[in-house]
């Protein structure tokens, strides 16, 4: 079947890297996506890797993708308080390209 | 550019009443959708469209009817409420359905149901 797995919360001092993880099931998966909620707002697409690609840096963002094990990541360096928000890990079905599956999302706070 | 606009924010709504849900968006995007978001659920599609004219179910539709008569508006009405209804919902608009586009959010509206 089709899901995707976060942990839920995520504790990190500031100024240190956060690293969140995502757990997929669809190997087929074509896009996988990070976005980021912050409190009363809806999701902002952070970043997002396509399914050939192993690794993809943009500014303090690096997200990685192991296919065999089905595993996604995203590093924060020097994570800021800025930074304190729920992340989503999505992945698109390839069945059905309009259809993006969620994780339940990591809760990333900051410890000064 | 206002981006994906939900209206209204907030709203307390009676077992059984009936209720819709605004989205309109500005930047011409032809796919929109609705999720709603429950604890530790993370986002589960509801409907979406592909086009004026064109609606398709998502993964939870009961309960749930839309319609696109233009491209900028894409309402999602509760038939009758209960209060397994009660989430907060999100609208979303893309370019179109193409894997990679990214979704544009709008900022939710709270939904409870006594």
């Known amino acids: 079947g089709e899901d995707v797995e976060q942990s839920l919360f995520l504790s990190v001092r500031e100024g240190d890297s956060s690293v969140i993880n995502c757990t997929y099931t669809d190997s087929s998966s074509t896009y996988l996506y990070w976005y980021k909620q912050e409190p009363g707002a809806g999701l902002q697409l952070l970043t997002y890797i396509f399914s050939n690609m192993d690794m993809k840096q943009d500014q303090r963002l690096t997200v990685l993708l192991n296919k065999k094990d089905k595993h996604l990541s995203l590093r924060i360096a020097d994570t800021q308080t800025g930074d304190s928000a729920i992340y989503f890990c999505?992945?698109?079905?390839?069945?059905?390209?309009?259809?993006?599956?969620f994780g339940s999302g990591t809760r990333l706070s900051i410890r000064p | 550019n206002a981006g994906v606009t939900q209206t209204p924010k907030f709203q307390v709504l009676k077992t059984g009443q009936s209720m819709t849900l605004q989205c309109a968006q500005d930047?011409?995007?032809?796919?929109m959708s609705w999720y709603r978001q429950d604890p530790g659920m993370g986002l589960r599609l509801i409907h979406y469209s592909v086009g004026a004219g064109i609606t398709d179910q998502g993964e939870v539709p009961n309960g749930y009817n839309v319609s696109r008569s233009t491209t900028e508006d894409f309402p999602l009405r509760l038939l009758s409420a209960a209060p397994s209804q009660t989430s907060v919902y999100f609208c979303a608009s893309a370019v179109n359905r193409g894997e990679g586009q990214p979704q544009h959010f709008g900022d939710g509206t709270r939904l409870s149901i006594l």
């Open positions: 930047m011409n995007h032809e796919y």
């Open positions: 999505a992945e698109t079905v390839y069945s059905s390209a309009s259809k993006i599956i």
